[in-house]
């Protein structure tokens, strides 16, 4: 776990807490869906679609999802990824500009307001880059957030130190337009032309011995054991990425869950090094999120699963009962569920990453596939 908050104590105009970004900074609207335009959904009751910006990038697609509360007002942060159809070779998809995080005030849905803040890796005393990963996961614990790093495990942002810099999209942008420039320009700070950016304070480095290397495709928290529990996870399709492959059977339902421990805000560790406290294989594929059922009677250790099986598809699984499907055919979920985030009240939160059109560009109509944060009644899909 390497340790660099201090490389960016003199970066930006300003830094802030997550409490004061909230009550000043926030310069989005998410509009609130209606009876007319929400996705057909068992257990709808409310939600959201995004700025017409977001709902329409072709570039930036949402991820992870989490919830917390700050001062008593229900909070969500997304994560998006940056998609690049074409990187130069040996980069990964999120190149060049990485990812992002959108945070956005629940507390009433009327119009939810929001601000994307973009995420960056200190590589030195006042310098940074952008922090090229996936963000299929997010969690927080404390003040600090938790993301995932496909290959290599997970990153941790401070979220009470937000940084101001120069929103400036022609400064702050290469000549191509497309690639963001990170760092001092003259006198001014750049991230991509993003008004704040959010920067890394530590990582847990994956180290496995494992004859399938772990994939580290998403993540989520359980509040249930008295210890709560990191989770993260694979994505599993039926190519066999992230889970291998054989020539002799499909590797694709061997998707795992790992269960870590929490030490308060960070990991249950020993000597510095951190493992899972338990392990499953979710028989299931193509799993982008997770959330614990948390309504009374569950049983223990049982999840529901986003996926993209079926086309698309809620799925609840548990180690004591067979699993049950929810799909996007039978009108039953949203198209491409990403995040999810469950309550002691019931809700359901589902992030989608939204789907084309017919002509194969981003799908606008939240009610056919366009992209939302809603949340359902959960006991009427147990």
């Not at 994939?215 to 990425?241: F, H, K, V």
């Not at 039978?330 to 084309?356: C, K, Q, R, V, Y």
Request: glycine share 10%; net charge negative.
């Amino acid at each position: 776990m390497d340790q660099f908050p201090s490389d960016m104590s003199n970066v930006g105009t300003a830094h802030t807490t997550l409490a004061n970004f909230l009550a000043n900074n926030l310069d989005e609207t998410a509009p609130e869906l209606t009876s007319s335009n929400h996705p057909s959904t068992i257990g709808y009751d409310n939600g959201v679609e995004w700025a017409s910006g977001d709902q329409s990038t072709s570039v930036w697609h949402p991820q992870g999802m989490t919830e917390l509360t700050v001062n008593g007002l229900n909070v969500h942060l997304v994560g998006w990824s940056y998609i690049n159809t074409a990187p130069p070779a040996g980069e990964p998809q999120e190149y060049p500009n990485g990812s992002r995080l959108s945070i956005m005030n629940t507390q009433a849905l009327n119009n939810a307001p929001y601000r994307d803040v973009i995420l960056v890796l200190p590589t030195g005393s006042g310098t940074y880059k952008p922090a090229i990963q996936h963000a299929g996961g997010l969690a927080v614990f404390g003040h600090y957030l938790y993301t995932t790093n496909t290959s290599n495990g997970f990153h941790v942002f401070d979220l009470d130190n937000l940084i101001a810099v120069d929103a400036d999209n022609t400064l702050c942008k290469e000549s191509d337009g497309v690639t963001g420039i990170f760092g001092k320009v003259g006198s001014k700070w750049c991230a991509d032309g993003y008004g704040y950016m959010l920067p890394e304070i530590s990582e847990y480095h994956a180290s496995d011995t494992c004859n399938v290397k772990v994939a580290y495709d998403w993540a989520a928290q359980d509040p249930r054991p008295s210890t709560p529990l990191l989770l993260s996870g694979e994505y599993c399709n039926l190519a066999g990425y992230g889970c291998g492959s054989n020539s002799v059977g499909d590797r694709a339902l061997y998707t795992r869950m790992f269960q870590w421990q929490m030490d308060g805000d960070k990991l249950k560790a020993s000597s510095g090094v951190a493992t899972p406290s338990q392990v499953y294989y979710l028989n299931q594929r193509n799993v982008q999120g997770a959330a614990p059922d948390q309504n009374s009677g569950a049983l223990t250790d049982s999840y529901w699963l986003s996926s993209l099986r079926h086309d698309s598809s809620l799925i609840k699984v548990s180690p004591a009962s067979s699993a049950k499907y929810w799909s996007v055919d039978n009108l039953e979920i949203p198209w491409e569920p990403e995040g999810l985030f469950s309550t002691t009240a019931s809700h359901l939160w589902i992030l989608t990453e939204g789907n084309d059109n017919a002509s194969g560009g981003i799908n606008t109509n939240p009610s056919t596939g366009g992209r939302v944060l809603i949340y359902i009644d959960s006991t009427m899909i147990e």
